[in-house]
């Protein structure tokens, strides 16, 4: 059984403006902002504006022009935030994934040498 997006999750809640954040990029489908509890000198949080509980549902429910943008857009982010010496993504999927917000989402991290 399909699992419904739960449209009071603080993502949800950032897309429709009534939480802020520290927004670092902005388009019709993609936004991208500064983790309230950074793990890395830069910990950005990219999220597609259409509403994706988890990693799975975004690939298998988003059409390729969303998922191939949805990636450059990182890759566009991490250039930006001059992270020539490397970087980390993660996605958390789900209980065991450690996923907290149920929005779709990946960790940018770097600025430093990362711990495995
Ligand atoms: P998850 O464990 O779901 O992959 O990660 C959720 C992330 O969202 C955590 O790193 C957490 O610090 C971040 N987070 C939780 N609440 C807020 C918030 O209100 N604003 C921002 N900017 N980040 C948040």
Redesign the pocket.
């Known amino acids: 059984m399909k699992t419904i997006y739960d449209e009071q999750n603080?993502?949800a809640?950032?897309l429709r403006g009534e939480?802020s954040?520290?927004k670092i990029y902005e388009d019709d489908k993609v936004l991208a902002?500064?983790?309230?509890?950074?793990?890395a000198p830069i910990?950005i949080?990219i999220i597609p504006k259409n509403k994706y509980i988890s990693f799975e549902e975004f690939v298998s429910e988003a059409d390729n022009n969303e998922i191939t943008h949805f990636f450059k857009i990182i890759a566009k982010i991490a250039n930006d935030n001059n992270l020539e010496n490397g970087y980390r993504l993660?996605?958390?999927k789900g209980y065991n994934?450690?996923?907290?917000?149920?929005h779709f989402?990946v960790?940018l991290l770097g600025g430093k040498k990362l711990s495995l």
Request: glycine share 8%; proline share 7%; hydrophobic share 40%.
């Open positions: 603080i993502f809640k950032i939480l954040c520290k902002f500064e983790d309230i509890a950074p793990q910990h949080l993660i996605t958390n994934g450690g996923q907290i917000v149920p989402h960790h």
